[in-house]
T-cell receptor
Framework: DTAVSQTPKYLVTQMGNDKSIKCEQN?????MYWYKQDSKKFLKIMFS???????INETVPNRFSPKSPDKAHLNLHINSLELGDSAVYFC????????????FGPGTRLTVL | AQSVTQPDIHITVSEGASLELRCNYS??????LFWYVQSPGQGLQLLLK??????LVQGIKGFEAEFKRSQSSFNLRKPSVHWSDAAEYFC????????????FGKGTKLSVKP
């Protein structure tokens, strides 16, 4: 009965590779988000989708591309991985895109070698 | 510029002692304020939130926070800390119309001494 789930939990890969992180929520929420948490624990929003429509797109390299096949899923695809992409990526969801509580997934720790 | 400041990077308290974690914000609109907790290797869990009304809000796990508009602060408190409270605590601010764009502080790590 996990509310927000992410796969994989850990991802280790080489520079230059392309990888995807999947996120699913079973809360019936309309809005989903991707956050990046760096090595100093600083958490910053990357994207948000509301009903499969991109709402927030912060200053993120265009190597990062979110994809929302339906409102329960928001995947993150990263092309040409770089060392600086190493971080923990969190998916979250909320009921509508307003200012409701965001529910976070457990995170995906990405390590780029 | 919109920002959230958590002045204390790391705090250590004894079990049973009281706790106050500080949070100051700078935000152009009427703020909505949140405190989240992150246990090691886990995602973030909401402790409490303030939207409007009573400036003292109660949350889960015995936490409370007080919104002070004049001081642009939203400090988190707990009267008696338990060892299981050891975690990272994040203050966040947003606003109506911000489309869920929360701005997080850099977090305060709480250690609890037996």
């Amino acid at each position: 009965d996990t509310a927000v789930s992410q796969t994989p939990k850990y991802l280790v890969t080489q520079m230059g590779n392309d990888k995807s992180i999947k996120c699913e929520q079973n809360l019936g929420h309309d809005t989903m988000y991707w956050y990046k948490q760096d090595s100093k624990k600083f958490l910053k929003i990357m994207f948000s989708y509301n009903n499969k429509e991109l709402i927030i797109n912060e200053t993120v390299p265009n190597r990062f591309s979110p994809k929302s096949p339906d409102k329960a899923h928001l995947n993150l695809h990263i092309n040409s991985l770089e060392l600086g992409d190493s971080a923990v990526y969190f998916c979250a969801s909320s009921q509508d895109g307003g200012i409701n509580e965001q529910f976070f997934g457990p995170g995906t720790r990405l390590t780029v070698l | 510029a919109q920002s959230v400041t958590q002045p204390d990077i790391h705090i250590t308290v004894s079990e049973g002692a009281s706790l106050e974690l500080r949070c100051n914000y700078s935000y152009g609109a009427t703020p909505y304020l949140f405190w989240y907790v992150q246990s090691p290797g886990q995602g973030l869990q909401l402790l409490l939130k303030y939207f409007s009304g009573d400036t003292l809000v109660q949350g889960i796990k015995g936490f409370e926070a007080e919104f002070k508009r004049s001081q642009s602060s939203f400090n988190l408190r707990k009267p008696s800390v338990h060892w299981s409270d050891a975690a990272e605590y994040f203050c966040a601010v947003g606003a109506r119309g911000s489309q869920g764009n929360l701005i997080f502080g850099k977090g305060t790590k709480l250690s609890v001494k037996p």
